[in-house]
């Protein structure tokens, strides 16, 4: 049995497609699957929405992500977890591909995303927002991939029950504001030596609304992702964390003295190129400011 986690939080609208996309896909698939809906929100607004018989509907009241993901978990009784965020949609082949995978002993896979906006963003931030809203390594199909861990995330993932059980809780509820998954995989990588699997042809689109296709959602985020980098670092302890710490903190301020400064000299040449200067810069205030950041 394959089990897929979908937490979701006051999104009750992407629900139905969601399940639709799916359903679908289980319905061609032999091997039994279960949907475990994890509702976030403490006032469970998503228990009213009609889903199909494969979906188990679980409610965790204690907000945040780690919570969330942690609770699907435990309640899971696949073999395998795949983890679908609520504004994904699978594409045709999706479940197959995973479910090969999963068939040949894989332990941890990857697959793709693209993104899918609700509106045509700024031509300017086009670039940036593929970045963060997409998926794509310079891998083949079946390759091990966990040396590119900084480009990967919980979000259309799967893993092993037996991968998960190394890690207790698989996600740390301190990162409950995110960085959970990066968490996990260092865990994975650097402890267990869990091999990471490609799997391009698992591809969802991630539904991009206009309120995250703006300047300022990129700025937040390219900031949150600079601290989130040294605060991963600092909680692994010791003196060679405190190392590791201090070059990303100096790496940060250079580019931020860099990277600012060229964001405002090609400003008025292209726009699209000082955008991602900007944001650059801003990534790189995240690492030096890292410690502003508290965890839950």
């Known amino acids: 049995m394959l089990s897929i986690v979908v937490p979701t939080f006051r999104r009750e609208a992407y629900l139905p497609p969601l399940f639709a996309a799916v359903g679908e896909q289980?319905?061609?698939l032999p091997d039994p699957v279960e949907l475990?809906?994890?509702d976030n929100s403490p006032e469970a607004s998503a228990k009213g929405v009609p889903a199909p018989g494969f979906v188990r509907y679980l409610h965790e009241p204690r907000t945040g992500v780690a919570h969330a993901r942690n609770r699907g978990v435990a309640e899971a009784r696949g073999s395998h977890v795949i983890f679908l965020d609520d504004d994904?949609?699978?594409a045709p082949g999706w479940l197959a591909a995973f479910a090969a995978v999963a068939h040949r002993g894989a332990r941890a896979a990857f697959g793709a995303v693209e993104p899918r906006f609700e509106s045509p963003p700024p031509p300017a931030l086009l670039t940036p927002l593929d970045?963060?809203?997409s998926r794509r390594l310079p891998a083949a199909t079946g390759a091990e991939v966990q040396s590119l861990r900084a480009y990967l995330g919980s979000g259309n993932s799967m893993f092993?029950?037996?991968?998960?059980?190394?890690v207790d809780p698989p996600f740390d509820t301190?990162?409950?504001?995110g960085g959970e998954d990066v968490w996990l995989f260092r865990q994975l990588d650097d402890t267990h030596r869990i091999p990471m699997i490609w799997c391009p042809e698992a591809l969802v689109q991630e539904i991009v609304p206009p309120r995250r296709a703006t300047m300022d959602f990129l700025r937040?985020?390219?900031f949150s992702d600079g601290q989130l980098r040294c605060l991963v670092e600092s909680d692994a302890g010791g003196l060679r964390a405190l190392a590791r710490v201090a070059l990303w903190m100096?790496?940060?301020a250079a580019q931020l003295v860099i990277f600012g400064l060229a964001a405002i000299v090609t400003r008025p040449f292209s726009e699209p190129r000082s955008v991602r200067l900007q944001l650059a810069a801003v990534g790189g205030a995240g690492k030096l400011l890292w410690w502003r950041r508290r965890k839950e």
């Open 174 to 177: 301190s990162f409950n504001a």
């Open 26 to 28: 289980v319905a061609a």
């Open 131 to 133: 970045r963060i809203f």
């Open 88 to 90: 994904e949609l699978p």
């Open 220 to 222: 937040q985020r390219r």
């Open 36 to 38: 475990l809906l994890v």
């Open 250 to 252: 100096a790496v940060g």
């Open 160 to 166: 092993a029950r037996t991968t998960l059980a190394l």
